[in-house]
């Protein structure tokens, strides 16, 4: 599991905003296919340009962990999720809530490359996230 440290530092071995988007572009790539069934529109992100999707599923650690999958159409969109997913995947509603994302962008400067509307997405997909782990733990 990766931790943000962790992907930060990958992130900032890269020399340019270029590499960085590729990176993140790759990180998408990878993010394995979204069930059919998950594609509701409970999942799917309101406020976000992109098509996104986004499922909270129970960690086969147990334990009230949390374990996301998700899927979106627009590749640079696509692995910022592929990041979230891993971040946040693993952890318990409590741990999910805590986390500060907002640091996170901020220390690899996302709002700086990313258009605001995509800014707006990202932090409707974060969002969307942190309700799901609160409606997950209330199960």
Sequence with gaps: MLTADEFVENFEFLDDWDAR???????????????EGLRTEENRVQGCISKVWVAPLADPQGQ?????????????????????VELLSGHTAQEIEALDIDALFDRIRLAE??????????????ELMKSQARAFAHR
Excluded: M, Q, W
């Design 21 to 35: 988007y590729a990176y993140l572009v790759e990180l998408g790539e990878a993010l394995p296919p979204l069930d």
């Design 64 to 84: 009230g962990r949390i374990r996301y999958v998700g899927d979106c159409d627009t590749a640079i969109i696509k692995g910022v999720l592929a990041v979230l």
């Design 113 to 126: 490359n990313l258009s605001p509307n995509r800014h707006f997405g990202i932090y409707a997909i974060v």
